[in-house]
């Protein structure tokens, strides 16, 4: 059956592939738009005039609103148990997120949380996420392990992100991160060492991840480390991400680029050099507005990545520690505010290049032929509300496969 989606005043199809640089500043909308599903597909896009011409099927009026893409977002923990909100309150006074991991505090809490909690818990608390995520627009959501730091834990992780996978309507994309942080008492040389020998290879014979992440960092992993940790990984079939460059310069984006990472994500720190380098890259450069935002630190220097040529993706990095929440529109308004991005910027690095960074690109992320229907219709009619109404939520409807699933 075919269905017509009409009456939309603007239509933001983020159409013609990954954005990469000056190409971002065109979120290619059609004013007045209409598209065409069939068993879940976009079969046309165009105006309303040309795509109504000789149609007698099934129509949807979309009632004058504003139709993007949904959102994918590339980067979130969101499995784990507990909470970390008296670290938050020592950030306020002061503390640093280094120094509270320093005095053995940090990700390790949640490890041990995470560890204690059963499969079922993580479940239904990764569900109760992602509903909500999904009323904010999202329809691809990437989540990393990294709450277990021993292989059964982190198998038990991914069990969970297996069952979000046959679950939910919204498209899970699993990465294996063993390699998030040190384990209490550990060597960083012998974890690494252990990630290779184990937890890498009982990753990969569950199939379910299709990348692995590691988190370069003071205090985490060096560059070096993470080297052996990512060509093993690239080694079993794994498409690499890397954790690069947060609080410290740590030579994450470099490494990453250099070994074909799909992408450097976090980038507070990244110099010009290798904001260069990610100009002339593929690998997706992913900012993470709210854990800037989350940890009182300066923004990724978005405009300086855009203007360089860069492929830049934003996405939430819901955790615990450094950064508990994922709302798209705060995002949204973070990017236009201070991160001195168009709106259309904004848009493409929640869409198309957030898919990218999914490796979803050739199946979601764009109102174009071919791809799956996976849609938001807002509560106004121009893009231009969504920074404008700041923080607040204007999803009216999300659609995945031409569904409603929400609204
Ligand atoms: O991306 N940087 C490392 N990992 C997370 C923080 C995780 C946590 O504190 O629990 C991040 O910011
Ligand atoms: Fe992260």
């Known amino acids: 059956m075919q269905v017509l989606y009409r009456n939309i005043s603007q239509l933001v199809t983020c159409r013609g592939g990954v954005r990469r640089g000056g190409a971002m500043a065109d979120a290619a909308v059609i004013e007045d738009g209409a598209f065409l599903v069939e ?22 009026d979309c009632g004058g609103a504003l139709i993007t893409p949904g959102f994918a977002d590339s980067h979130t923990h969101l499995v784990f148990a507990g909470e970390r909100s008296e670290e938050f309150s020592w950030r306020l006074r002061g503390d640093s997120y280094l120094s509270i991991m320093e005095r053995g505090g940090g990700i390790v809490n949640t490890v041990d949380a995470t560890r204690a909690a059963s499969g079922e818990e993580l479940f239904s608390q990764a569900q109760k996420h992602l509903a909500k995520m999904l009323e904010m627009g999202v329809t691809c959501a990437e989540i990393k392990t990294g709450y277990g730091l021993d292989t059964q834990t982190e198998l038990k992780q991914i069990s969970v992100i297996q069952r979000l996978q046959e679950n939910e309507k919204m498209q899970i994309v699993g990465t294996f991160m063993g390699a998030h942080a040190l384990p209490r008492g550990a060597d960083a040389d012998e974890y690494i060492d252990e990630c290779i020998r184990e937890s890498l290879p009982a990753a990969a014979g569950t199939g379910v991840c299709e990348f692995a992440d590691i988190f370069v960092e003071k205090g985490a992993f060096s560059a070096e480390q993470a080297e052996r940790y990512l060509r093993k990984a690239k080694e079993l079939g794994f498409a690499l991400k890397v954790h690069a460059d947060e609080m410290t310069p740590s030579g994450g984006t470099r490494l990453g680029v ?86 259309d910027e904004a848009l493409c690095a929640l869409t198309i290049n957030g898919a990218a960074a999914c490796g979803r690109d050739k199946v979601s992320g ?24 700041s923080g607040i939520n204007l999803v009216r409807s999300v659609f995945t496969e031409g569904e409603k699933v929400y609204g």
Do not use: W
């Not at 071919?370 to 849609?375: Q, S």
């Not at 009619?381 to 920074?387: F, I, S, T, V």
């Open 39 to 60: 068993e879940g597909r976009i079969v046309r896009v165009g105006t309303r005039r040309e795509l109504e011409q000789g149609y007698r099927g099934e129509a949807y």
């Open 258 to 343: 250099r070994l074909g990472a799909k992408s450097v994500d976090h980038l507070l720190k990244i110099c010009d050099e290798d904001i260069a380098l990610l100009g002339k890259s593929d690998t997706v450069a992913t900012v993470l507005p709210l854990t800037a935002f989350c940890l009182g630190e300066e923004y990724a220097p978005a405009r300086k990545l855009i203007d360089g040529g860069a492929i830049v993706a934003a996405a939430s990095d819901f955790n615990p520690g450094s950064c508990c929440t994922y709302s798209i529109p705060l995002m949204i308004a973070l990017m236009c505010i201070y991160m001195k991005m168009s709106v």
């Open 366 to 389: 764009s109102i174009e032929c071919g791809k799956r229907a996976d849609f938001v219709l807002f509560d106004c009619k121009k893009r231009e509300c969504l920074p404008y109404y």
